[in-house]
């Protein structure tokens, strides 16, 4: 039976912005002098909590049919210094593998009910592949457990089981009102040692690890392998977050655990409940984040909202939805960026009217979209048509650039309707390519107006000037895909 259900991050691979992240919140726990009446006194204990909310807290095993292969010769038990021993110096009597043997394996995870009617939350990897799940009650009970449905997106997955008794559950609070220093209390069964409580604080908050929707409250209360799904509790006894993942070299705890937020886990869990499977809003859109650089090309005042990078045919197209808008309001509420924009599609209404407002050429425009669903339109997502051109090759900027023609055309593999200039070498030095751009990229528009020459080019980039701005913003393809660049003009 193993209990390796939690899946861990590599602090070896950490890079960017999680792990720049974690480098600046253990600067600011820092021991520094605490201003007078800011200070909260920690619980003087956590039993009474504990007590409160265990009777809701399960334990999950699993069981499912896997295939291994089958040996030959001396066996070792698994990591065994022997077992290193014969396979790295290849000694005579190395164990053969022989064919594939079916065998049933088990899993434990943790989980928590959220209804009387035995409604049980945990996360999708506890349960995924599974054939057999079975809910251990903190009395001691057990009982089997049917599989409502699971959104791999989130990791989370949803449970039923029949009791004929009413079930003691806990309520999802409000992610959203948890604070960075705010007392938690995390409950499981960690490395399959049974029910299990362990405190400490809300590190730091909107974590991302690699999905879409994630939104993770870090924690440093110890979480390890089989807390997976288990339940981080608030001090009302609220859950605040679904325990999913640690951050670890070694895959056991060092105080850095990640927790789905439970506002997230709510919409989810709603939609699982009711039709077995998530229904997310879609748009049509895609986008990327606005930089000072860019803000500065589109005269904005600050780099906030979600510039549309390319409108592939759908809701968004149906609108009115151009290229190069930026995207600052949806559904009456302002667009931080990209992130912000994402979820709130996805947790808007499907088939409903909803309005955005978006800068166009430095104007505002409102729209109405009627939003289309996302699991249906995953893997339809089509690039855009790009646009035009015409002439011989010329340096701007570090960048020798060409009128894309047949020839090009076939070399980079685009449509018969493709338009723009090509990159066809670049100054390393240069700030083009210290800004991103590189030999093979097409060049599509500047200053969001097509460009198919570099005289075209030449005036965009001169129209940026006399405008008293420093960039001017560039719509580039490469393999295939749109995004939007700032680059100097000077």
């Known amino acids: 039976m193993t209990n390796q259900t939690l899946p861990y991050i590599s602090a070896k691979r950490v890079r960017g912005a999680v792990g720049a992240a974690a480098v600046a919140v253990a600067m600011a726990l820092s021991p520094m002098t605490a201003a007078p009446g800011y200070a909260r006194a920690a619980p003087d204990s956590f039993a009474d909590l504990a007590e409160q909310v265990s009777p809701s807290v399960v334990m999950i095993t699993t069981s499912m ?225 606005v930089t000072d650089d860019m803000a500065d090309a589109l005269g904005l005042d600050e780099p906030k909202g979600a510039m549309v990078s390319d409108v592939p045919e759908g809701p968004a197209r149906d609108a009115g939805i151009q290229s190069g808008d930026v995207i600052v309001s949806f559904d009456g509420g302002d667009v931080k960026n990209t992130r912000d924009l994402v979820r709130r599609v996805a947790d808007a209404p499907i088939g409903e009217k909803v309005q955005l407002v978006v800068l166009r050429d430095s104007k505002r425009e409102t729209l109405t979209v009627t939003l289309g669903r996302r699991e249906n339109a995953e893997g339809d997502e089509q690039s855009s048509d790009t646009q035009q051109q015409t002439q011989d090759d010329s340096s701007i900027l570090g960048m020798s650039l060409a009128p894309l023609d047949d020839q090009l055309r076939d070399q980079l593999e685009l449509d018969g309707d493709a338009r723009g200039l090509v990159i066809r070498e670049i100054d390393e030095n240069s700030t083009a390519y210290e800004k991103g751009l590189r030999a093979g990229d097409l060049i599509v528009e500047a200053g969001q107006e097509a460009v198919e020459s570099t005289a075209d080019m030449e005036a965009r980039l001169q129209a940026a000037k006399d405008a008293g701005r420093k960039s001017v913003l560039l719509l580039i393809h490469r393999q295939g895909e749109p995004r939007f660049l700032a680059l100097p003009v000077e």
């Not at 164990?95 to 959220?114: K, M, Y």
């Not at 655990?257 to 506002?263: D, I, K, R, W, Y």
């Open 65 to 289: 049919t896997v295939s291994t292969p089958a040996r030959s010769g001396p066996m070792f038990p698994e990591g065994s210094p022997f077992e290193d021993l014969f396979r790295d110096f290849g000694l005579p009597g190395m164990p053969d593998q022989g064919p594939a043997q079916p065998h049933r394996s088990n899993a434990l995870g943790s989980g928590f009910v959220i209804s009387e009617d035995g409604y049980i939350v945990t996360n999708n990897h506890v349960i995924d592949g599974a054939d057999e799940i079975s809910i251990e009650f903190f009395n001691g009970k057990k009982l089997d457990a049917t599989l409502v449905g699971t959104d791999p997106k989130t990791d989370i997955a949803l449970l039923k089981v029949e009791s004929d008794k009413p079930l003691p559950f806990v309520k999802l609070g409000d992610s959203d009102k948890m604070r960075v220093g705010d007392w938690v209390m995390a409950m499981g069964n960690p490395l399959g040692q049974g029910f299990s409580a362990s405190s400490g604080i809300v590190s730091a908050r909107n974590r991302e690890l690699s999905g879409t929707y994630d939104d993770y409250i870090q924690t440093d209360a110890a979480i390890n392998r089989g807390n997976s799904g288990g339940p981080l509790f608030d001090m009302d006894g609220q859950v605040i977050g679904v325990n999913t993942a640690i951050l670890s070299p070694n895959g056991g705890s060092i105080g850095i655990g990640f927790s789905m937020a439970s506002n997230v886990v709510s919409d989810v869990v709603g939609q699982l409940k009711d039709y077995g499977e998530t229904r997310r809003g879609w748009l049509g859109v895609r986008i990327q984040d």
